[in-house]
């Protein structure tokens, strides 16, 4: 029996009443008729609201699917009518108690559903009932409709005891139960921005029981909340992935790679090397299974993790190249993944393989897709020294084929190879300039333009290829312009004699005839550079460059591993952190702020920028005004004011000093709220120690902490504190993490914090000075080798003279006391450079401090090149 | 940078696009998966293919699936055998006796199954012939250079079940050469560990049809067929020489072979015959059919022909050449099934299985 026909109705004018009249018919069957035809004019966008009533009184049925149906009109009209809704409580109150239980379910689930906050009032009681059902249906639908209710009443969920119901379920007896019970308290924690479901090992133990009973999603569910817990030993992060690793094999694909996820999580801790070799292992296997024998969407959000995944442990995949070969058939989007990861794995020993595909890659149709695979072949050539030869045959191969976005694509890429390994290839530059004449795109013209005046003593006629292209001066792109007047500028310099009217003529274009600032500066400097100083600007112009290099990895380590936690999340699709595409659901949600809800603004704090990755906190404008100056400490506070010069000032310092706090808000600004703060390193973390009093008549409660972007990107972890009574005091340790996402500039020192600390009152601003030798990690240290290389790969862009007290030895150990550790040291007489290492966060920081021979200089380098600032102004003080 | 308040996921099946709406971070595979199953299950539910008639034809059943597949994003009934119980599928029959009587097509009573330790199965299920017929299915991925050498081939698996099984069986399953699977991954109903230990397949099936397990095979594989693609242009035109033949198949059949021909756009009109089966040309797709029920023994198959072409034509066009077939009763990895036993229930039931290879993406370069 079809249900099309319910959609033919039409709208004629007398339906709305021929249908109310149905709906109150006597046969049950009449009126289940009235009800789909009623959603079928609801599907297609019909008003039927004026029905509800009449709906409603058929919600009185033994009849299921009657009273599904007329569950899911109310669902959807309830917003609309909340007045009405009420007056389907009583059924609901009623079905909640029916004696099957499909029914039961179905009125807590539907309760769950209907946002009206009058109706939740009356939820709170099934829902207990239903939490605590004999039947397993009823608690798991009931353990999601908490999650429901705290999206609709944090403080009933929270008032009610229903948090304590849900972990209780934890140790319920159906796997699927707990399963749903885990989704519920993972989504609770999403809303709340607090950590609920703690990882003790009873948790633990129960977790890692439901996971092999309960259904795929479920399985998901509980492998997404074990990753975000985290251990120490070893023991147990080995003991959690080998429980983890059987779902490796499951047939769902979601499951798989969350189980990858909570793996790649626990790895690091795990000591044992074969422990280690072992998993990685068995994760190889069913990642090449994911892309042989799965759908394109799922094959495409597994080549984005695998992306992440080989620039973490390449070893994983490293001989599975042959998976990601290229089939004619693949959609586009898989294709060019499949490029990207092939170069990644490319090594000497499987080129020839690779090079192949990548010759056949670049015989396809799709343009966009032929450049990357031309592109490609570049980059091994630049990545692997002994491919080169072979990649630069390749490509010479493909330019014979006279299709004119390969020969073009492969231009642009031998310019790099050029620049790699100069003076090797120049033999080939003969057949590069036979297709001058068919360059048409700007990159590709001035790759070539680059290239002739790059080795204009070598080729002939370099002269006559460069003058072709300055009838059209004025025609071309600001890319080609410049590149043309470098060019003949070079060749000026080579060939001086014949090309004297050519250069003046280029110079001449380049700073009388356009607006084009850029090509101006650069025509003016050139000129000048020429008349004042021919042979300085041989020095300059063809000077030696530095090799450029290819490095495959693309994401820096510290973006790298914070990524890999969010394997099998939208943001390893993205490669991008959470906070940067989605908005972050009510980061600190509070009931109370009922205004804001309304809008955009979900936080209880002012003003947030929607601009930025982490919820920027104040506003920077008005900074100055709004954050009052750390106060001085008041008399009768418990504190020591710390004076942090002389305290550096001994080379002995160790980081196990008793906390010293001083008073960074006093009673009078907050509320009646005195804090004091001060911070320290312990277990390998900063933390901050916060003394709360309340000296006011009222509890303090509902703590919650933010701070606002600083230049080291500290973020505040979890703040827990208890409510605090009137006249009492509650000590509490913050720990501090450094995230990419809280750098900003400096507001003051690079040292101080802004801190909003919100309770129960209100909202309070303070700042807090973080000492210079607290802010670096213990594991700063790095090998030689890794340090040597990474060194030399950066250039030096951050020279600083400094005042250095002492000698590089008693500097050595004052660095050392505040974590940044010696790597090296170099002697050029009568000069002394010494190299350190230091982290901040995952964040490599390398400095360079030279002695002797003048003033002492710093030279920083990182890839976090937005923490240099900071680290340099933190290197002035330890140095002083 | 922008951040926005909704993602949107979506997959295309049979030109139907099921889109999921999320607002926050989450797993996109639990996303694809989940619509993947709402696919699957609306062709259990209306018949083969789904497409948008069909949806308009069974909206309420739409609906009610939908409900109960999810409650509040979160995936909830999904397992065939436990929706067939809460909502059951339409037929003609219950269509005439629920026309006539006026009875729901909604079960009052409470499913067990959904609840019970194994929730992909039917409580008391019967059937008057107990029987189990097993499909394992190999196909062959592979692209094979001019030279005719393979750049790679990957031969995956997929065992499918059809089980008409009383009450509630424990089946295993023995291979005879399990060591040569490189990779598996199981139905929920598969006991991994136990297959970790003594790589055998132990499970309480779900009624009906579903997928067991798939696998890959490791190593190198000869190809069961060869095809040898010559399609060369010059200035006036081109000329395409296609020979098949069939490699080592142990003796069994290769049948149902096509081979498809995509030509270059500059391709003009086709001129092409074939010594043995059937060869068709499209001239708006520019696609070559050629059709042959199996490989004769007396003489090597061959198509033969003449393109004519504009004069944008390249010399260097390489047409990837593509091939089907089928081979009954073989399996190109060798596996082997031992045996498969019964547990936990008295009867004797029919048990069949049998191989079959087909072609996957099997691509020749020319």
Same mark, same amino acid.
């Given at each position: 029996?079809?249900?099309?026909?319910?959609?033919?109705?039409?709208?004629?004018?007398?339906?709305?009443?021929?249908?109310?009249?149905?709906?109150?018919?006597?046969?049950?069957?009449?009126?289940?008729?009235?009800?789909?035809?009623?959603?079928?004019?609801?599907?297609?966008?019909?008003?039927?609201?004026?029905?509800?009533?009449?709906?409603?009184?058929?919600?009185?049925?033994?009849?299921?699917?009657?009273?599904?149906?007329?569950?899911?009109?109310?669902?959807?009209?309830?917003?609309?009518?909340?007045?009405?809704?009420?007056?389907?409580?009583?059924?609901?109150?009623?079905?909640?108690?029916?004696?099957?239980?499909?029914?039961?379910?179905?009125?807590?689930?539907?309760?769950?559903?209907?946002?009206?906050?009058?109706?939740?009032?009356?939820?709170?009681?099934?829902?207990?009932?239903?939490?605590?059902?004999?039947?397993?249906?009823?608690?798991? $639908?009931?353990?999601?409709?908490?999650?429901?209710?705290?999206?609709?009443?944090?403080?009933?969920?929270?008032?009610?005891?229903?948090?304590?119901?849900?972990?209780?379920?934890?140790?319920?007896?159906?796997?699927?139960?707990?399963?749903?019970?885990?989704?519920?308290?993972?989504?609770?924690?999403?809303?709340?921005?607090?950590?609920?479901?703690?990882?003790?090992?009873?948790?633990?133990?129960?977790?890692?029981?439901?996971?092999?009973?309960?259904?795929?999603?479920?399985?998901?569910?509980?492998?997404?909340?074990?990753?975000?817990?985290?251990?120490?030993?070893?023991?147990?992060?080995?003991?959690?992935?080998?429980?983890?690793?059987?779902?490796?094999?499951?047939?769902?694909?979601?499951?798989?790679?969350?189980?990858?996820?909570?793996?790649?999580?626990? &790895?690091?801790?795990?000591?044992?090397?074969?422990?280690?070799?072992?998993?990685?292992?068995?994760?190889?296997?069913?990642?090449?299974?994911?892309?042989?024998?799965?759908?394109?969407?799922?094959?495409?959000?597994?080549?984005?993790?695998?992306?992440?995944?080989?620039?973490?442990?390449?070893?994983?995949?490293?001989?599975?190249?042959?998976?990601?070969?290229?089939?004619?058939?693949?959609?586009?989007?898989?294709?060019?993944?499949?490029?990207?990861?092939?170069?990644?794995?490319?090594?000497?020993?499987?080129?020839?393989?690779?090079?192949?595909?990548?010759?056949?890659?670049?015989?396809?149709?799709?343009?966009?897709?032929?450049?990357?695979?031309?592109?490609?072949?570049?980059?091994?050539?630049?990545?692997?020294?002994?491919?080169?030869?072979?990649?630069?045959?390749?490509?010479?191969?493909?330019?014979?084929?006279?299709?004119?976005?390969?020969?073009?694509?492969?231009?642009?890429?031998?310019?790099?190879?050029?620049?790699?390994?100069?003076?090797?290839?120049?033999?080939?530059?003969?057949?590069?300039?036979?297709?001058?004449?068919?360059?048409?795109?700007?990159?590709?013209?001035?790759?070539?333009?680059?290239?002739?005046?790059?080795?204009?003593?070598?080729?002939?006629?370099?002269?006559?290829?460069?003058?072709?292209?300055?009838?059209?001066?004025?025609?071309?792109?600001?890319?080609?312009?410049?590149?043309?007047?470098?060019?003949?500028?070079?060749?000026?310099?080579?060939?001086?004699?014949?090309?004297?009217?050519?250069?003046?003529?280029?110079?001449?274009?380049?700073?009388?005839?356009?607006?084009?600032?850029?090509?101006?500066?650069?025509?003016?400097?050139?000129?000048?550079?020429?008349?004042?100083?021919?042979?300085?600007?041989?020095?300059?112009?063809?000077?030696?460059?530095?090799?450029?290099?290819?490095? $495959?990895?693309?994401?820096?380590?510290?973006?790298?591993?914070?990524?890999?936690?969010?394997?099998?999340?939208?943001?390893?699709?993205?490669?991008?952190?959470?906070?940067?595409?989605?908005?972050?659901?009510?980061?600190?949600?509070?009931?109370?702020?009922?205004?804001?809800?309304?809008?955009?603004?979900?936080?209880?704090?002012?003003?947030?920028?929607?601009?930025?990755?982490?919820?920027?906190?104040?506003?920077?404008?008005?900074?100055?005004?709004?954050?009052?100056?750390?106060?001085?400490?008041?008399?009768?506070?418990?504190?020591?004011?710390?004076?942090?010069?002389?305290?550096?000032?001994?080379?002995?310092?160790?980081?196990?000093?008793?906390?010293?706090?001083?008073?960074?808000?006093?009673?009078?600004?907050?509320?009646?709220?005195?804090?004091?703060?001060?911070?320290?390193?312990?277990?390998?973390?900063?933390?901050?120690?916060?003394?709360?009093?309340?000296?006011?008549?009222?509890?303090?409660?509902?703590?919650?902490?933010?701070?606002?972007?600083?230049? =080291?990107?500290?973020?505040?972890?979890?703040?827990?504190?208890?409510?605090?009574?009137?006249?009492?005091?509650?000590?509490?340790?913050?720990?501090?993490?450094?995230?990419?996402?809280?750098?900003?500039?400096?507001?003051?020192?690079?040292?101080?914090?802004?801190?909003?600390?919100?309770?129960?009152?209100?909202? =309070?601003?303070?700042?807090?000075?973080?000492?210079?030798?607290?802010?670096?990690?213990?594991?700063?240290?790095?090998?030689?080798?890794?340090?040597?290389?990474?060194?030399?790969?950066?250039?030096?862009?951050?020279?600083?003279?400094?005042?250095?007290?002492?000698?590089?030895?008693?500097?050595?150990?004052?660095?050392?006391?505040?974590?940044?550790?010696?790597?090296?040291?170099?002697?050029?007489?009568?000069?002394? =450079?010494?190299?350190?290492?230091?982290?901040?966060?995952?964040?490599?920081? &390398?400095?360079?401090?030279?002695?002797?021979?003048?003033?002492?200089?710093?030279?920083?380098?990182?890839?976090?090149?937005?923490?240099?600032?900071?680290?340099?102004?933190?290197?002035?003080?330890?140095?002083? | 940078?922008?951040?926005?308040?909704?993602?949107?996921?979506?997959?295309?099946?049979?030109?139907?696009?099921?889109?999921?709406?999320?607002?926050?971070?989450?797993?996109?595979?639990?996303?694809?998966?989940?619509?993947?199953?709402?696919?699957?299950?609306?062709?259990?539910?209306?018949?083969?293919?789904?497409?948008?008639?069909?949806?308009?034809?069974?909206?309420?059943?739409?609906?009610?699936?939908?409900?109960?597949?999810?409650?509040?994003?979160?995936?909830?009934?999904?397992?065939?055998?436990?929706?067939?119980?809460?909502?059951?599928?339409?037929?003609? =029959?219950?269509?005439?006796?629920?026309?006539?009587?006026?009875?729901?097509?909604?079960?009052?009573?409470?499913?067990?199954?959904?609840?019970?330790?194994?929730?992909?199965?039917?409580?008391?299920?019967?059937?008057?012939?107990?029987?189990?017929?097993?499909?394992?299915?190999?196909?062959?991925?592979?692209?094979?250079?001019?030279?005719?050498?393979?750049?790679?081939?990957?031969?995956?698996?997929?065992?499918?079940?059809?089980?008409?099984?009383?009450?509630?069986?424990?089946?295993?399953?023995?291979?005879?050469?399990?060591?040569?699977?490189?990779?598996?991954?199981?139905?929920?109903?598969?006991?991994?560990?136990?297959?970790?230990?003594?790589?055998?397949?132990?499970?309480?099936?779900?009624?009906?049809?579903?997928?067991?397990?798939?696998?890959?095979?490791?190593?190198?594989?000869?190809?069961?067929?060869?095809?040898?693609?010559?399609?060369?242009?010059?200035?006036?035109?081109?000329?395409?020489?296609?020979?098949?033949?069939?490699?080592?198949?142990?003796?069994?059949?290769?049948?149902?072979?096509?081979?498809?021909?995509?030509?270059?756009?500059?391709?003009?009109?086709?001129?092409?015959?074939?010594?043995?089966?059937?060869?068709?040309?499209?001239?708006?797709?520019?696609?070559?059919?050629?059709?042959?029920?199996?490989?004769?023994?007396?003489?090597?198959?061959?198509?033969?022909?003449?393109?004519?072409?504009?004069?944008?034509?390249?010399?260097?066009?390489?047409?990837?050449?593509?091939?089907?077939?089928?081979? &009954?009763?073989?399996?190109?990895?060798?596996?082997?099934?031992?045996?498969?036993?019964?547990?936990?229930?008295?009867?004797?039931?029919?048990?069949?299985?049998?191989?079959?290879?087909?072609?996957?993406?099997?691509?020749?370069?020319?």
């Amino acid at each position: 029996m079809s249900d099309a026909k319910y959609f033919g109705g039409g709208s004629k004018k007398g339906e709305i009443s021929e249908l109310q009249e149905e709906l109150h018919h006597q046969r049950e069957d009449k009126r289940k008729e009235a009800v789909k035809k009623v959603i079928a004019a609801m599907t297609v966008g019909k008003d039927v609201s004026m029905l509800f009533t009449d709906v409603l009184n058929c919600i009185q049925t033994n009849n299921l699917e009657l009273k599904k149906l007329v569950y899911l009109y109310v669902i959807n009209h309830a917003k609309l009518q909340p007045e009405k809704a009420i007056l389907a409580v009583n059924t609901f109150q009623k079905d909640a108690s029916d004696l099957n239980p499909l029914v039961r379910a179905l009125a807590i689930r539907t309760m769950g559903c209907i946002r009206v906050d009058r109706v939740t009032e009356y939820l709170c009681e099934p829902l207990r009932n239903c939490l605590k059902d004999k039947d397993p249906y009823v608690r798991k $639908t009931a353990a999601l409709c908490v999650a429901k209710l705290y999206d609709l009443s944090a403080e009933l969920v929270e008032t009610q005891g229903f948090l304590e119901l849900l972990i209780q379920l934890l140790s319920d007896s159906n796997p699927t139960v707990v399963a749903n019970a885990v989704a519920a308290l993972t989504e609770i924690e999403d809303i709340s921005g607090r950590t609920i479901l703690q990882l003790t090992a009873s948790n633990l133990n129960k977790l890692l029981a439901a996971l092999n009973e309960c259904t795929e999603w479920g399985q998901v569910f509980i492998l997404n909340s074990l990753s975000k817990f985290s251990t120490a030993d070893s023991k147990d992060a080995e003991s959690i992935c080998e429980r983890v690793a059987p779902r490796l094999n499951h047939a769902n694909s979601a499951v798989v790679l969350a189980a990858v996820k909570v793996i790649m999580s626990y &790895m690091d801790h795990i000591e044992n090397p074969e422990a280690q070799k072992g998993l990685c292992k068995k994760m190889g296997p069913p990642l090449v299974t994911l892309l042989t024998t799965k759908e394109p969407e799922i094959q495409y959000v597994a080549l984005r993790n695998i992306n992440l995944i080989v620039q973490k442990k390449p070893s994983i995949l490293a001989h599975e190249m042959r998976v990601f070969f290229i089939k004619y058939n693949d959609p586009i989007y898989v294709k060019m993944e499949k490029l990207e990861i092939m170069i990644m794995l490319a090594a000497e020993r499987n080129i020839e393989q690779v090079l192949n595909e990548f010759k056949e890659a670049a015989s396809e149709v799709d343009v966009e897709f032929v450049r990357k695979a031309v592109r490609a072949i570049g980059r091994c050539a630049i990545k692997i020294d002994k491919a080169a030869d072979r990649c630069v045959a390749v490509l010479l191969e493909l330019i014979q084929m006279k299709v004119s976005y390969v020969v073009q694509e492969s231009i642009i890429v031998i310019k790099d190879i050029f620049r790699k390994y100069p003076n090797q290839y120049e033999s080939i530059i003969a057949t590069l300039c036979q297709n001058l004449d068919t360059l048409d795109e700007p990159e590709a013209k001035a790759s070539m333009i680059w290239i002739v005046g790059e080795y204009a003593e070598r080729i002939e006629n370099a002269d006559a290829l460069l003058d072709s292209f300055l009838d059209n001066f004025h025609d071309e792109s600001s890319q080609v312009q410049l590149q043309l007047v470098t060019a003949v500028v070079k060749l000026f310099l080579k060939r001086p004699k014949d090309t004297q009217d050519m250069v003046q003529k280029v110079l001449n274009m380049a700073t009388q005839e356009t607006d084009n600032p850029d090509l101006r500066d650069r025509g003016y400097i050139y000129w000048r550079l020429l008349s004042t100083d021919p042979e300085a600007a041989k020095n300059v112009v063809l000077g030696e460059k530095p090799l450029i290099s290819e490095s $495959t990895i693309q994401i820096d380590e510290a973006m790298l591993s914070l990524l890999c936690r969010e394997i099998s999340s939208l943001a390893s699709v993205y490669h991008k952190l959470p906070d940067t595409f989605v908005t972050k659901l009510k980061e600190v949600r509070k009931d109370k702020v009922k205004k804001d809800r309304e809008t955009d603004g979900e936080s209880l704090l002012p003003q947030e920028q929607q601009g930025g990755g982490q919820p920027n906190i104040f506003d920077l404008d008005s900074v100055g005004e709004s954050l009052p100056q750390t106060s001085a400490p008041a008399a009768r506070a418990p504190v020591n004011v710390m004076d942090e010069l002389d305290f550096l000032s001994s080379p002995s310092t160790g980081v196990s000093q008793p906390v010293s706090k001083e008073i960074v808000l006093p009673a009078e600004r907050g509320n009646g709220m005195q804090v004091a703060a001060g911070a320290a390193r312990r277990g390998g973390q900063l933390h901050l120690d916060l003394t709360i009093q309340n000296q006011a008549g009222a509890p303090l409660g509902d703590f919650a902490i933010q701070f606002n972007k600083n230049p =080291f990107g500290f973020a505040p972890t979890q703040l827990q504190v208890p409510p605090v009574n009137p006249m009492s005091t509650v000590e509490t340790s913050l720990a501090i993490s450094n995230h990419p996402n809280m750098f900003g500039p400096a507001q003051q020192a690079a040292n101080i914090i802004q801190i909003a600390l919100k309770n129960n009152s209100g909202v =309070f601003y303070f700042q807090v000075t973080i000492p210079f030798h607290l802010i670096f990690s213990e594991a700063g240290e790095v090998s030689r080798d890794d340090y040597l290389s990474q060194w030399r790969s950066m250039p030096d862009e951050h020279v600083r003279e400094v005042q250095v007290a002492g000698d590089s030895n008693s500097v050595q150990g004052k660095l050392r006391g505040a974590n940044l550790f010696y790597v090296a040291k170099r002697t050029v007489a009568p000069q002394e =450079f010494v190299y350190f290492s230091a982290k901040v966060g995952e964040a490599l920081m &390398m400095v360079e401090v030279s002695f002797g021979g003048g003033p002492s200089r710093i030279n920083t380098k990182s890839r976090s090149a937005e923490l240099i600032p900071a680290f340099e102004q933190a290197l002035y003080t330890l140095l002083r | 940078m922008n951040l926005t308040k909704y993602l949107a996921i979506h997959i295309l099946r049979e030109d139907l696009c099921y889109l999921a709406i999320v607002a926050k971070e989450c797993s996109p595979l639990l996303v694809i998966e989940f619509l993947q199953r709402l696919h699957e299950v609306f062709g259990t539910y209306f018949g083969q293919s789904v497409t948008e008639a069909s949806v308009r034809e069974n909206f309420v059943i739409v609906y009610q699936l939908l409900d109960e597949m999810m409650d509040n994003g979160f995936p909830f009934t999904t397992e065939p055998n436990s929706l067939s119980e809460i909502i059951p599928p339409p037929n003609v =029959f219950r269509a005439v006796v629920g026309g006539i009587t006026g009875q729901s097509n909604m079960k009052a009573d409470m499913n067990t199954g959904s609840m019970s330790m194994h929730p992909w199965r039917k409580a008391g299920v019967r059937h008057t012939t107990n029987e189990i017929y097993i499909d394992i299915i190999e196909s062959i991925d592979s692209t094979v250079e001019t030279n005719g050498m393979a750049a790679h081939t990957e031969v995956s698996g997929e065992v499918a079940v059809q089980c008409k099984l009383s009450g509630i069986p424990d089946l295993s399953l023995f291979f005879s050469n399990p060591h040569i699977l490189d990779d598996v991954s199981f139905h929920p109903c598969v006991r991994y560990n136990r297959y970790e230990q003594s790589k055998v397949v132990s499970f309480i099936p779900p009624d009906g049809n579903f997928k067991l397990m798939n696998y890959r095979v490791k190593g190198q594989l000869q190809l069961p067929i060869y095809v040898k693609p010559q399609i060369t242009f010059s200035t006036n035109g081109g000329r395409v020489n296609v020979m098949v033949g069939s490699k080592t198949t142990g003796g069994k059949v290769v049948e149902d072979i096509i081979i498809t021909i995509p030509f270059p756009k500059f391709v003009t009109t086709a001129t092409l015959s074939a010594n043995y089966g059937t060869v068709q040309y499209d001239d708006i797709t520019r696609i070559a059919k050629w059709t042959l029920s199996k490989i004769p023994k007396d003489k090597s198959p061959i198509l033969e022909g003449n393109l004519s072409t504009t004069a944008a034509a390249t010399m260097d066009s390489n047409p990837v050449v593509q091939a089907e077939f089928k081979i &009954m009763q073989y399996a190109s990895s060798g596996l082997k099934v031992d045996t498969l036993t019964l547990h936990n229930e008295s009867y004797k039931p029919y048990k069949g299985v049998r191989f079959i290879t087909k072609a996957g993406k099997l691509h020749f370069r020319s």
